[in-house]
């Protein structure tokens, strides 16, 4: 099975605080990212969302792995009812008064390949409209 883990990288132009409240507090997160309930950046807590393409949904399945305050937040990512398990990572780095934001998705190919909608294009296509245009028009635009 071969590696299959994205990486994007955004440079915004706000502060590493900001970024990270986007990616830990649920009323910002719906606006630029998913409808969390409830979300806690605590290590071992659970979380879940609805989120698909199309006509077609998925309940997502995530536990929180590490969390770095205001540097690194990691979780697993799932489906349920779905073969497979993959890591999700945001990682901050204050470059002035701005934020590089990292995001790493690995472990995309133990999803297998019978459901052509968990293909890596696919994540691909969803992380760079997440993370290349939702989060920065979110932030910039404040």
Request: overall charge negative; proline content about 3%.
């Amino acid at each position: 099975m071969k590696d299959e883990t994205i990486v994007k990288e955004v440079l915004l132009n706000v502060s590493t605080s900001k970024v990270w409240k986007a990616i830990t507090n649920t009323e910002d997160m719906k606006l630029w990212y998913f409808d969390i309930s409830e979300f806690k950046p605590t290590v071992g807590f659970e979380f879940q969302f609805e989120g698909g393409k199309d006509d077609k949904s998925y309940l997502h399945l995530c536990k929180i792995t590490e969390v770095i305050p205001g540097k690194k937040l990691s979780y697993s990512w799932r489906y349920d009812g779905y073969p497979g398990n993959s890591l999700v990572t945001f990682e901050l780095f204050e470059e002035g008064n701005r934020t590089k934001l990292k995001l790493t998705h690995e472990g995309i190919e133990s999803f297998g390949t019978e459901n052509p909608d968990l293909a890596r294009e696919n994540f691909v296509e969803g992380w760079n409209q997440i993370i290349g245009t939702s989060i920065k028009e979110y932030l910039e635009s404040k």
